[in-house]
């Protein structure tokens, strides 16, 4: 007699939070060493950015218009 293979159970999505650091911190990032002096005047004192938000702040910044 032939077995049933058991019905493969569905994983609940694991949802996790984006990884957020400090200004303090994304400073030291080899990431960022060519864009620290900007970073610290774009970045808030006591907020915490995601990579994807820091990476739109220098974006925004640098489409920016000269006046």
Do not use: C
């Not at 303090?24 to 005047?41: G, I, P």
């Amino acid at each position: 007699m032939a077995t049933r293979k058991k019905a493969a159970t569905a994983q609940e999505p694991t949802i996790t939070a984006p990884v957020v650091f400090p200004k303090e911190r994304v400073l030291t990032f080899r990431r960022y060493a060519d864009r620290r002096d900007l970073l610290s005047v774009l970045l808030e004192d006591g907020k915490e950015y995601t990579f994807d938000q820091i990476d739109g702040l220098i974006n925004d910044f640098m489409k920016g218009k000269v006046k």
